[in-house]
Structure formats: C-alpha cells, structure tokens
C-alpha cells in the first residue's frame, strides 16, 4: 500500500523560477513530514521539515506547505537554482517512526 | 561530525547467492533503520531497531532477509538466499528518538548506500 504518493515523475523549471513539488498522502495519523533531495549515487540528504501542527515552514528558499484537510503538502523553491537538480523525496511518519516516503520527483533547473 | 558509513558501496552477486551488508551509524543515533530502494521507487523501510531492538521489522521479507544491531551500535542487514527482485540499493539511516529529549528536526541522516545487483 502507497501511504505518500508523488505523482509528478518529474519537473522542468528554469533558472530563477519558482519550483512546486507536489506529495499526497492518505494515513490521517501521520503527524510529521519530511523532504529530501537526492543526487545520484549518494544518500537522500535533508532538506525540510514540517510538523502536523503547523501550515507552513520556511528555510531560505525552501518552503513546505502542509494542507491536512486535502492530506496535502508541497515544497516550494524560490528561486530556483541549476543546483537545485536532483531528485525530491516527500516522507511521512507519525510519533517520529516507521517514515513512509514517495516514490520521488525528478527537477530539472534550466539555465 | 562523522556520518553514516555504509559497505560495500557496490556489490554483483548471482541469485540463490548469500550478501551481508554493514551499517554504522552516527555517533549518539539510537535509532536505526535499513531501507530498500529499487530503481524508480522511493525507499521502503525494512527494519527499525531502537538501541538494539527492533522497533518495526513488517515489510522484512524474513524467509530471506535478516538484521541485527546486536551492542545496539553498528547493524548488519544479510539476504540468503537472493534473488533477482533484491537488486536495489540499501540504505541505512539513523537518528535521535524522539524521547531523547534533544530538540532536532526529526530527520533521519542516510548514507550512501549498498547498490546490489542480483544475477
């Protein structure tokens, strides 16, 4: 069973852009969230956090944003960067254990 | 600050085949957890231990995969016999437990990884 779903395979953006990165999930008891960003052949590092409690979390140019009602949350990337390249991980979990994670959006940023 | 360490980062083996692979975590981590990734997909949790008990072993396919974390340090993750559906990349994960009392984000740290490949 797919607990996080990202249905976007992949995104291409160019440079400078905002960059939204979608993931849906449907267990209601998850109560924290997670984004990672992957470069190939390395580990996942990373990136955001977000907890049921809130809406919203910032860090620089990353944003989460986290809809409960709609089991929603995406990432938002302003402005993009050709850095920024790599493949993003949503996870979710509930108590701080068993993080379940989606299958993951490949970005593209343009020059 | 030492991360996680991983090996071997690559291994071929044919099926029916036995592979061990190693997992140390960062330093202070009492949880830790393996996951699989196959090609495309996102990582699937295996095995959580917490010190050197398992938290949550469901999706461990125990007919062929087993793990311990027996000083509740280092882990071994071993698949015997293989088979060619097991060639993924294995993760190793670790972080605080959220009874720790330290305030942290609640992000598990990754290593690189074991790619293996199954013949």
């Known amino acids: 069973d797919q607990q996080v779903k990202q249905n976007s395979p992949s995104l291409s953006v160019q440079e400078g852009r905002i960059s939204i990165l979608n993931c849906d999930y449907t267990?209601?008891?998850?109560?924290?969230f997670l984004w990672y960003k992957k470069y190939p052949a390395e580990g996942p590092t990373f990136l955001i956090s977000?907890?049921?409690?809130?809406d919203k979390n910032e860090d620089g140019r990353f944003t989460v944003f986290l809809n409960k009602s709609a089991k929603h949350l995406s990432l938002h990337i302003v402005p993009s960067q050709p850095g920024d390249s790599a493949v993003y991980f949503c996870a979710a979990g509930y108590n701080f254990n068993k993080f379940y994670f989606g299958s993951g959006t490949k970005l593209n940023v343009k020059p | 600050e030492a991360g996680v360490a991983q090996s071997p980062r690559y291994k071929i083996i044919e099926k029916r085949q036995s592979v061990a692979f190693w997992c140390n975590p960062i330093?202070?981590?009492?949880?830790l957890y393996w996951y699989q990734q196959i090609l495309g997909q996102g990582p699937k949790l295996l095995i959580q231990?917490?010190?050197?008990?398992?938290?949550?072993d469901s999706q461990l396919p125990k007919d062929r995969f087993s793990a311990e974390r027996l000083k509740g340090v280092d882990s071994t993750l071993k698949i015997q016999p293989a088979k060619l559906e097991d060639s993924a990349v294995y993760l190793c994960?670790?972080?605080?437990?959220?009874?720790?009392?330290?305030?942290?984000?609640?992000?598990?740290?990754f290593g690189e990884g074991s790619r293996l490949t199954v013949l």
């Open positions: 330093s202070g981590h009492a949880t």
């Open positions: 994960a670790s972080s605080f437990p959220r009874t720790s009392g330290r305030a942290n984000t609640g992000e598990l740290f």
């Open positions: 231990f917490q010190n050197n008990g398992v938290v949550d």
């Open positions: 267990n209601s008891m998850f109560d924290y």
């Open positions: 977000i907890s049921s409690i809130k």
